[in-house]
């Protein structure tokens, strides 16, 4: 794997990381499905019959899609806005990934462009970057666009707006993701994948969904590229 991997990374201009995972675990301090109750008593307060299974979700992400899904948009913006703020606070806790960093760090040294396209706030993105003395190094950072959730990975949009941002061909670049979603919108968009499976259960998944390549921590891509930065 190591050798078809350091091919595809010998071969990019960009890496488009997707952030909560790749990057840093955003509510490691401020753990998601808190966040998700918090969203859904918004929507109480705001009179919305809440269903069970809206109730009981756990993922921050999914309470503002199946919000979204319902056609109302004041509840929908009222969700973005209470999101964007959680996220905000979360980033400032969130635990950096193992190896993140160093992807980075070696990608701009390389002079191979790195950018952010994530499903989280572009405003809790950049203060995390910020915290961590690490936005010097990306751009463009395309975040969540807001109140429209089914713009939001999969859709391929967020990451073709990183492509055209940079000036490259969807061929000369790969996305770094540990969803599903993620893989999907990547393909959608004809970069190439690698899955960055955090969890075991994921490697299969990854690989039956079609990523390029399937990880199972930063560190591997970081060591190839400080390997080709030595050649």
Not at 47 to 61: F, R, Y
Not at 148 to 177: D, F, H, W, Y
């Amino acid at each position: 794997m190591s050798a078809d991997l350091g091919r595809l990374l010998g071969g990019v201009r960009a890496v488009l990381l997707d952030f909560d995972g790749p990057v840093c675990s955003i509510f490691a301090g401020h753990p998601a499905p808190q966040v998700a109750g918090e969203l859904v008593n918004v929507l109480r307060r705001r009179g919305v019959d809440v269903p069970p299974g809206l109730a009981s979700e756990q993922d921050p992400l999914e309470v503002l899609r199946r919000t979204g899904a319902t056609g109302n948009q004041g509840d929908t913006r009222a969700i973005e806005d209470a999101l964007c703020a959680a996220e905000r606070q979360a980033a400032e806790t969130a635990q950096p990934t193992p190896y993140g960093r160093e992807v980075i760090v070696a990608a701009w040294q390389l002079g191979v462009a790195v950018a952010v396209v994530s499903n989280n706030s572009a405003d809790a993105v950049t203060a995390y970057l910020k915290k961590h003395r690490l936005a010097a190094y990306i751009s463009p950072i395309v975040g969540r666009p807001y109140a429209e959730p089914t713009r939001m990975k999969p859709n391929p949009e967020p990451v073709l707006n990183a492509v055209r941002a940079l000036s490259a061909a969807p061929g000369q670049c790969v996305l770094i993701g540990d969803s599903l979603s993620d893989i999907e919108a990547g393909q959608a968009a004809g970069v190439q994948v690698i899955g960055y499976a955090n969890r075991a259960a994921k490697v299969a998944a990854f690989r039956a969904a079609g990523a390029t390549q399937v990880i199972t921590g930063m560190d591997i891509v970081a060591n190839l590229l400080v390997e080709r930065a030595t050649l």
